[in-house]
């Protein structure tokens, strides 16, 4: 069975600060992990994947994720925030069968103070 | 390439209606899903198209919801007799068939935003 937890139901940050956004995860066998951003009235959209190679993942926009088998996380950064950034994120795990098994986080929701 | 299409953006009803969606996945993508958000929550599945054959559908359907997909390209999805509780933004992703198990890429429409009054 495959579960993710958003620990944050919402992060406030001052624009130009560091973004922390975590994200725990439990599956059974080495998942696949996502960071999906939806802004409002557009469709989701995929920041980064990890997928067994490289722990640290660089996606879009300038955010990165640092897979952390140890500590089953997922945590999705970004060293200075820009109002843009401002949106809902969403930490999904996914199956070795793909889309179908893909299970959504409850989404963390961004805001940035300008 | 123009993306996921959905249509309506939104659909206000009143309970007891029928509404249906519509979905246009990618073209070339074999691989279509719909899923369900609520308020303050994640997208969680509902049901999956490879091609023309429905191959997963979640417990979350109800006997009331029912998906097509004719020819293996838009797909659509029909809720009878609506009630309050399936006021909900629902998603349709599709991905391509060059991708698969953890290589899967799902990519997202805009939604449809349902009211049930």
Known sequence: AQSVTQLDSHVSVSEGTPVLLRCNYSSSYSPSLFWYVQHPNKGLQLLLKYTSAATLVKGINGFEAEFKKSETSFHLTKPSAHMSDAAEYFCVVSGRTGGFKTIFGAGTRLFVKA | DTGVSQNPRHKITKRGQNVTFRCDPISEHNRLYWYRQTLGQGPEFL???????????????????????????FSTLEIQRTEQGDSAMYLCASSSKFETGSNEKLFFGSGTQLSVL
Do not use: I
């Open chain 2, 47 to 73: 049901t999956y198209f490879q091609n023309e054959a429905q191959l997963e559908k979640s417990r979350l359907l109800s006997d009331r919801f029912s998906a097509e997909r004719p020819k293996g390209s």
